[in-house]
């Protein structure tokens, strides 16, 4: 995530499994780039949902996640469901993985009344982070 603005948070983020670049590959490629919103209604998550995702699904969710909705000019390149999400390890079938950032970011988040737009641009060349990881402009 990177800093603007009206900027609520800011913290690194991965998309996409790692060695994949083409981000049309369902549950593997990066987040297509777009602008998106999230509904603070639609927020999941708390421990008890994070050892049924976490542990017993054996899937790598984090504490909480939240659908991200694709707003009409973005190409989905044939892709669907997608979140912003914690996690424990870096990398993701696709969404917006913010590590263990996620336990400050939500609750922060869930204060918020209405939509909120997340928009997903490419940065390369970064010094701090490999040419290939994402950054989203919430």
């Known amino acids: 995530m990177m800093r603007s603005k009206n900027e609520i948070f800011s913290c690194p983020a991965t998309s996409g499994r ?3 670049t083409d981000r049309s590959i369902k549950d593997a490629g990066q987040i297509p780039l777009g602008t998106y919103t999230l509904d603070p209604r639609e927020i999941s998550g708390g421990l008890v949902k994070a050892i049924e995702r976490n542990v017993m699904l054996r899937e790598d969710w984090g504490m909480y996640r939240v659908p991200l909705k694709p707003e009409e000019d973005t190409n989905m390149l044939n892709r669907d469901e997608i979140f912003l999400h914690g996690g424990f390890f870096p990398g993701t079938a696709g969404c917006i993985d913010i590590g263990t950032h ?3 970011l939500f609750p922060v988040l869930m204060q918020h009344d209405g939509l909120i737009n997340v928009k997903v641009v ?3 060349n970064d010094m701090l982070f490999p040419s ?6 919430a």
Do not use: K, L
């Open 18 to 20: 790692i060695g994949i």
């Open 122 to 124: 490419e940065v390369r």
């Open 102 to 104: 996620d336990q400050e």
């Open 132 to 137: 290939d990881q994402e950054y989203v402009n």
